[in-house]
């Protein structure tokens, strides 16, 4: 049985990943940890739902729900405004970008992981708090509430993308333009 693990994110484009990229130096001084494991720039992304293990064959079923979904969406833009441990200082599990307003993020969310969840699939189950991990935390570790990292980057979503996660790597299998968006790719 051919298994992938799998999930469906936000791609955040070229544009803001170099952004990213470009403040790698600050963020690794603002966040000294030796137990930190940096992101690479390709791997960046915004996740939507987690679907965990997915059979190979199911892939052609998670498109059809994305495809259903993105045809009501429109759009939508949405920024940055810090970077912290995250989900909590205390005993975080990442480095990670926060939007400031998460709200158009959670509009194309909860209609996707509930059609998800209607046709069978077994998503995570947990509320649903956007961010773009910068670096994830081998180990455990704790950082000062106050250690928060502001910055103002923004960008437009308008697809949303399945990854297999492979290797610490995350590959984008298909990606399903919003209704604002041009074509399939």
Do not use: N
Not at 29 to 52: E, I, K, N, S
Request: aromatic residues 10%; glycine residues 8%.
């Amino acid at each position: 049985m051919d298994l992938i693990r799998a999930f469906l994110a936000i791609d955040p484009g070229e544009a803001l990943r170099a952004r990213f990229a470009a403040l790698g130096h600050a963020l690794g001084a603002h966040f000294p940890f030796p137990t930190l494991r940096w992101t690479q720039p390709q791997d960046y992304h915004l996740t939507l739902v987690f679907l965990g293990q997915v059979r190979l064959g199911e892939i052609v079923r998670v498109h059809d729900c994305v495809a259903q979904v993105a045809a009501t969406l429109a759009p939508v833009r949405y920024r940055f405004d810090r970077v912290c441990a995250f989900p909590d200082p205390r005993a975080p599990r990442v480095i990670a970008a926060l939007p400031s307003d998460p709200q158009p993020l959670k509009q194309w969310q909860a209609p996707l992981a509930a059609l998800l969840a209607d046709a069978g699939f077994a998503i995570e189950r947990r509320a649903y708090r956007p961010h773009l991990s910068l670096a994830r935390w081998k180990g455990r570790g704790s950082c000062a509430q106050e250690a928060d990292f502001a910055l103002d980057l923004g960008a437009e979503a308008r697809a949303i993308t399945l990854y297999q996660s492979r290797g610490g790597h995350y590959l984008p299998l298909f990606s399903e333009r919003c209704a604002g968006g041009a074509r399939r790719e």
